[in-house]
């Protein structure tokens, strides 16, 4: 059974940077049918509302480009993330200079692709592949560390 094509979104509390990196993505070869913008969606949960997913998606959120330049996130961002996190929405996060947000984009995607690939057609008795990367270092287990180790010490 083939899974069905997974199209990548880009949400932001930003409308003009969640567009401007669309149209980057596309600008470098992807297709304009599977990137989508999700800034109204971002607009809705950042006024109370909450969203339906869309299925088939997978989300890049990308802050502010005025944001804090030490890695701190902000209440929009957190907002955003919270959401995502609660309805277990798949999704990466972008950090660092706008400038660099259309080829790190565009690297997760097909790092993506290529897990879910490796998912789908690999060795059945192997975990899933793909784990996104934290958003402060870019180490795709950081954040898996950290609510293990959190989870751990509750039950300690």
């Known amino acids: 059974m083939t899974a069905a094509a997974e199209r990548l979104a880009v949400i932001g509390p930003d409308p003009a940077a969640c567009a401007r990196l669309r149209q980057a ?18 607009q809705a949960i950042l006024a109370g509302h909450a969203p339906d997913w869309p299925a088939g998606v997978f989300f890049v959120l990308i802050g502010p480009i005025d944001g804090p330049l030490d ?5 929009a961002d957190s907002a955003l993330r919270s959401a995502m996190f609660r309805a277990g929405v798949e999704h990466a996060v972008l950090s660092g200079p706008a400038a660099g947000h259309a080829d790190a984009a565009g690297a997760t995607w097909r790092a993506r692709r290529a897990a879910r690939s490796l998912d789908e057609h690999g060795d059945r008795g192997q ?12 180490d795709g287990a950081c954040e898996a560390r950290l609510f293990e180790t959190l989870r751990a010490g509750r039950h300690a």
């Open 25 to 42: 993505l596309i600008d470098g070869k992807a297709d304009q049918h599977d990137v989508l913008d999700a800034s109204p969606l971002a």
């Open 71 to 75: 890695g701190r996130a902000t209440p």
């Open 127 to 138: 975990r899933p592949v793909w784990r996104h990367a934290c958003g402060r270092c870019g």
